[in-house]
Each structure stands twice: as structure tokens, then as C-alpha cells.
């Protein structure tokens, strides 16, 4: 009988809940897609992670091979998860399967050439002693791709054109921005003027200097004289 009280008697008690601060950020929403955050730092999408990992193991196939698994995995690929993949491969120093991922991006539809991936190609061939590739990457952009870009690609080009010293390939984009009816800036002038001078193009840089209408005398600029 008591143990029957005793059972009776029991109360129960509902789990305790912890309740999370307020201060805790909010769980942001985004397309119900199953497709991870991307961003422009280390952090890719699962589907860019894949065709990095893919394109790497393609590349120790036949020619042959290779070329059918790199458009087979980059056929699958929207055009964010490509700029994604093309990072982290110049990253990595994947030069090679870089080039095949900036061809896949040239054939999407409306791409626009972007100089400041270019630019990027043309940093890491400079470090790895592929210069000759760096001249025949020039020679693949247009005046048109030049006249649409904005200045802040131009100028990125430019300066990783200088820096790995390719005068000739510099001196192409200056050409090309004349071709297209482009005025040079002054402070495009000057980084190209300073570091045409200093690879020996002197003619094309004392071009410059006199369409902006400086004088170099004795290394110091005079605007206006």
C-alpha cells in the first residue's frame, strides 16, 4: 500500500530547457538548394571543393582522358563554382588546370573578361618561371576586353605585367587602350611610364609622359612643363 502512495504521489517534473542567449546571432536563410556558402577567401562550395579535387586527379590521366574528365566535371559547374575552382587552383599553384577552368569560363554565356583574373594567372606564372605562358595569356585578350574593363583591372594587370617584367605584354594593353579610344589616366601613366623605364622601354614611356603632359627630368616628373 505504500509503495502504491508512494507511486501515486510522484510528480513529475518537465525537462528543463536551456533557452539561448538573445545575443546570439540569427540563423540566416538562403536558397534551399543544399549548396554551401561561397566566398572569395578559402571557403568553397562543396560542388568547387569536388572539381578541384577532380580536375587534379584528371590531370595524372592520358591526354586523352584528361580532356574528357576535365569537361565532363567542368561542364557540370555554374559559373560562381568556376571562378571558385580557378582560385584555389592558382592557389595551388595548379597553373595548368587553371588555364582549362579560365577557357570553360570564356564559353559561358555573357561572361565578361575579368582583368583582375588575369592579373592573379599572370602573379603566379611570374613565381613559377612560366613567362613565355604569360605572353601567349596576353595575346588571348582583345581591345575589347580591355575597353570594357574597369580601371581598377587595368591597373592590376599593368602592375603584375611590370612586376614580373614583361615590357612587351605591358606595352600590349597600352596599345590595346589606345586602340579602343581610351585615355590613360595620370595614375595609370605613371605606374606604366616608371615601370616602362625601368625595362628599357623608354620610347613608349616618354609617349606617355607627353600625353599627360609631364617631362621627366633627371628622374623627377614635372606635370605641366
Do not use: W
Request: net charge positive; proline share 3%.
Amino acid at each position: 500500500m505504500t509503495s502504491l502512495l508512494l507511486r501515486l504521489h510522484v510528480t513529475f517534473r518537465p525537462p528543463h530547457h536551456h533557452h539561448k542567449p538573445s545575443h546570439q546571432p540569427a540563423i540566416k536563410c538562403g536558397p534551399r538548394d543544399n549548396r554551401g556558402p561561397l566566398y572569395k577567401g578559402r571557403t568553397l562550395s562543396i560542388e568547387a571543393i569536388q572539381a578541384v579535387q577532380s580536375l587534379k586527379r584528371a590531370h595524372l590521366k592520358s591526354p586523352l582522358e584528361m580532356d574528357t574528365l576535365l569537361d565532363k566535371t567542368l561542364s557540370r559547374l555554374i559559373k560562381s563554382d568556376l571562378i571558385a575552382a580557378f582560385n584555389e587552383l592558382v592557389r595551388q599553384d595548379q597553373l595548368i588546370l587553371a588555364l582549362k577552368v579560365l577557357s570553360a569560363l570564356k564559353t559561358e554565356e555573357g561572361y565578361k573578361i575579368d582583368l583582375n583574373i588575369y592579373a592573379k594567372l599572370v602573379s603566379a606564372m611570374a613565381r613559377n618561371g612560366m613567362g613565355e605562358n604569360i605572353d601567349e595569356l596576353v595575346k588571348g585578350v582583345s581591345v575589347e576586353d580591355v575597353v570594357s574593363a574597369d580601371g581598377k583591372g587595368v591597373v592590376t594587370i599593368v602592375k603584375a605585367l611590370l612586376a614580373a617584367d614583361k615590357a612587351d605584354a605591358t606595352v600590349r594593353v597600352y596599345e590595346m587602350l589606345r586602340e579602343g579610344g581610351c585615355e590613360v589616366d595620370d595614375y595609370l601613366g605613371r605606374v606604366l611610364s616608371r615601370g616602362l623605364r625601368r625595362l628599357g622601354r623608354k620610347d613608349v614611356a616618354s609617349e606617355i609622359d607627353k600625353e599627360l603632359g609631364r617631362v621627366v627630368e633627371g628622374g623627377l616628373e614635372k606635370v605641366g612643363a
